[in-house]
């Protein structure tokens, strides 16, 4: 987490803070108080990766609060914002995951809450006062992803009908230079499992990229590339907002050649590495 306090000139000092947990396992944070003497706003940046670590930043707003007598604006950015996939209930007797976060960080009273490319607008409109990065101003920041974006030999690769129109946008920011194809799950009706991918559309001798919000265990991505493979594919790269990969990076060896994320869920010191996978991780 990192924090700064901003004074009305503009000059930005860092916030120092100490966390620790008790034994039985509540969290605690104590902030630097002579460090927001002075500060017109403050604003904190947070992982998340777990729920201890949102406890950390409930604490920390509230331990702000308390030093500046509630008295100066926080703005909040929030690279991943966790539960936004829990953006509907499927059966009956479950949470809606996404309104209960966004009911948590709409409590605190943040000036402003800036997230990056979330799941989707289910959390936009539950989370107050937002501002949503977008997918393709995240793109754009990255100087490979622009040149591979400006060539004539790849293609863009949307992995299933929730991406398409993400995957549109990002075409249209390069006017429409990357052709893009889309991709299908077909599922077992029974029991609901992808029993294969499909794609619509020629990558013969093509570099193809995939580009998604999340990769969590990647199996999605993987299957997904064996077919761009099997097709003729020349090279396969991933592009993703957020990289949990919580499978590691060597699943993807051999079958991704590149991969592109930003440290949105994890820094990049935190990945693991895989032997014939390239990982790029875009500090933002």
Not at 91 to 101: I, P, T
């Amino acid at each position: 987490m990192k924090i700064s306090a901003i004074d009305q000139v503009g000059n930005i000092r860092s916030v120092n803070t100490t966390a620790f947990t008790f034994s039985g396992g509540e969290e605690q944070v104590r902030v630097d108080v002579e460090q927001l003497e002075n500060a017109a706003r403050i604003l904190i940046k947070a992982r998340i990766q777990s729920s201890s670590d949102l406890m950390k930043l409930l604490m920390t707003t509230d331990a702000i609060k308390r030093a500046t007598f509630d008295a100066v604006p926080i703005e909040l950015t929030l690279p991943y914002f966790p539960y936004a996939r829990q953006d509907r209930v499927c059966v009956e007797g479950e949470a809606l995951g996404a309104a209960v976060m966004a009911s948590v960080i709409n409590q605190q009273g943040f000036a402003k809450v800036t997230l990056w490319d979330v799941h989707s607008d289910v959390s936009t409109a539950l989370v107050e006062r937002v501002n949503n990065v977008s997918q393709a101003e995240i793109f754009t920041r990255c100087e490979a992803l622009v040149e591979l974006m400006n060539s004539d030999e790849v293609i863009l690769v949307s992995p299933d009908a929730g991406a398409s129109k993400k995957t549109q946008k990002l075409a249209e920011v390069f006017d429409g230079r990357p052709s893009v194809i889309q991709a299908q799950k077909v599922r077992d009706l029974k029991t609901g499992e992808i029993v294969k991918t499909v794609i619509e559309g020629n990558v013969e001798g093509k570099s193809v990229l995939i580009a998604d919000d999340i990769c969590d265990g990647g199996r999605t991505f993987i299957e997904l590339a064996k077919v761009l493979k099997s097709a003729g594919a020349e090279k396969v790269s991933l592009f993703v907002t957020h990289g949990i990969f919580s499978n590691g990076m060597a699943v993807f060896d051999g079958i991704i050649d590149e991969i592109y994320t930003t440290d949105s869920f994890k820094a990049k010191e935190e990945y693991d590495t895989a032997a014939n996978v390239t990982l790029n991780v875009i500090s933002l």
